[in-house]
């Protein structure tokens, strides 16, 4: 599987700032999250994994609807903040998603994955991991850089049809931080590929649009948003193809 964590030393030095603008920060709150949500079924009883917890927002909406939750994520800070967030109400763990994680097969109801996957290369490896760990019927929920953002805006200089490693930077000057994250922009025929051959059933893909509270935050990114995605979020299953 993976090598070493490409994020982790980005997501160490980001860890406090992003934790004090999760609720807020207008691309995961207005656009991403909803949209995500959106995907879920219904959670309470079920045993969600977390896969990339951050500092424990996700983990927090499903503990309220009545999930039991176990959370993971490479950053032992953003583990600290999930803890601190959720008080003892969710288990988190740190671990790699691009190693074999420790939990016995067929363990967990859903898998949701916000904004994690594109700093790992292999998802292939991962997906069949995931698949490994959900009983069925079971779901997994996660969500990208969409492709045509990622090519066309973002890095027009390289091949659309490779896996390619590139860098975002954050620049949060009220927190007195510019960070360069490394990510994999992929087509998007590598997002779904890998989804199928681990063998999940692809029920949904939605490509969001903000929700009017991000234009209070941010007006240019809105109207950009509106008329091109940025993200990309999949509602996958564990089961047969008919029910």
């Given at each position: ?39 879920m ?122 896996i ?15 960070v ?64």
């Open positions: 599987m993976e090598g070493e964590p490409i994020a982790l030393e980005a997501y160490e030095r980001l860890a406090e700032a992003y934790a004090a603008r999760i609720d807020t920060k207008a691309h995961n709150a207005f656009y991403e999250r909803p949209a995500m949500l959106s995907l079924p219904p959670v309470r009883g079920k045993r969600v994994l977390d896969a990339g917890c951050g500092p424990g927002v996700y983990a927090e909406w499903l503990v309220k609807q009545g999930a039991e939750v176990v959370g993971v994520d490479i950053s032992p800070k953003m583990i600290r903040f999930a803890n601190r967030r959720l008080q003892g109400k969710a288990h988190f763990i740190q671990a790699d998603l691009g190693q074999p994680l420790c939990f016995q097969s067929a363990s967990f109801d859903i898998i949701i994955s916000a904004l994690v996957l594109d700093h790992i290369r292999d998802w292939s490896a991962v997906f069949k991991e995931f698949f490994r760990l959900l009983r069925e019927p079971g779901y997994f929920i996660f969500s990208a850089g969409h492709p045509f953002d990622e090519f066309y805006d973002h890095h027009p200089q390289g091949n659309y049809f490779d390619e490693l590139v860098t975002a930077e954050f620049n949060w000057p009220e927190f007195g931080l510019v360069e994250v490394p990510y994999y922009r992929r087509p998007l025929s590598a997002m779904v590929e890998p989804l199928l051959d681990a063998g999940f059933i692809l029920e949904r893909v939605l490509e969001p649009r903000p929700t009017p509270e991000f234009k209070e935050q941010d007006p240019m990114d809105y109207e950009k948003l509106m008329r091109q995605p940025g993200f990309i979020c999949f509602r996958a299953r564990k089961g047969s193809a008919v029910q």
